[in-house]
């Protein structure tokens, strides 16, 4: 996990809230991912930024924003409109390969 | 999208023991990864191979590539009680930078 945190661990939402989940990297590294994980799946793409104020939708962006105003920042925001937000969030960076992790979000929908 | 496939979906075997994981995938790739998950936590980066590379080293980890059949093991020797996790191989997203492509993962269990 070392050089990448989320926050918080553990969350919990009331259905039609948005709610941020931080993640934050001290590795100097110029893209960040954000990924989702449903309980016996792999992990899938939501978005990425490969630098400063650029970023790209990934496989499952819908319901999703994010921003990278900061090259050692990128929050990912769950909307009101995610239908089935209930996952684990990982968030990962990377100066090429491979990619380094933080420790994820659980998120719950209430 | 999901483009690696591992197999078995579980193992368990004893302290010791080798432990092989399969992956496919489908399209072409760069080079392949093997990456850990101990529950609920984030995943831990193993070992990556090039799609110009047949196998690779690491410790007790053995990988192979065999790219004319799009697929991959990971050969854990003598394994502990520690190498109980979910493992996932990865393979890169053309066309998405450094982005990956994941398969559903093997979960190995391995008892004492």
């Known amino acids: 996990d070392g050089g990448i945190t989320q926050s918080p661990k553990y969350l919990f939402r009331k259905e039609g809230q948005n709610v941020t989940l931080s993640c934050e990297q001290n590795l100097n590294h110029d893209a960040m991912y954000w990924y989702r994980q449903d309980p016996g799946q792999g992990l899938r793409l939501i978005y990425y930024?490969?630098?400063?104020?650029?970023?790209q939708k990934g496989d499952i962006a819908e319901g999703y924003s994010v921003s990278r105003e900061k090259k050692e920042s990128f929050p990912l925001t769950v909307t009101s409109a995610q239908k089935n937000p209930t996952a684990f969030y990982l968030c990962?960076?990377?100066?090429?390969?491979?990619?380094?992790f933080g420790p994820g979000t659980r998120l719950t929908v209430l | 999208s999901q483009q690696g496939e591992e197999d078995p979906q579980a193992l368990s075997i004893q302290e010791g023991e080798n432990a092989t994981m399969n992956c496919s995938y489908k399209t072409s790739i760069n080079n392949l990864q093997w990456y850990r998950q101990n529950s609920g936590r984030g995943l831990v980066h193993l070992i990556l191979?090039?799609?110009?590379?047949r196998e690779k080293h690491s410790g007790r980890l053995r990988v192979t590539l065999d790219t004319s059949k799009k697929s991959s093991s990971l050969l854990i020797t003598a394994s502990r009680a520690a190498d109980t996790a979910s493992y996932f191989c990865a393979t890169d997203a053309r066309n998405s930078g450094y982005a990956l492509n994941f398969g559903k993962g093997t979960s190995l269990l391995v008892t004492p």
């Open positions: 930024s490969q630098i400063v104020n650029d970023f």
């Open positions: 191979i090039r799609s110009n590379e």
């Open positions: 990962a960076s990377s100066g090429g390969l491979p990619q380094f």
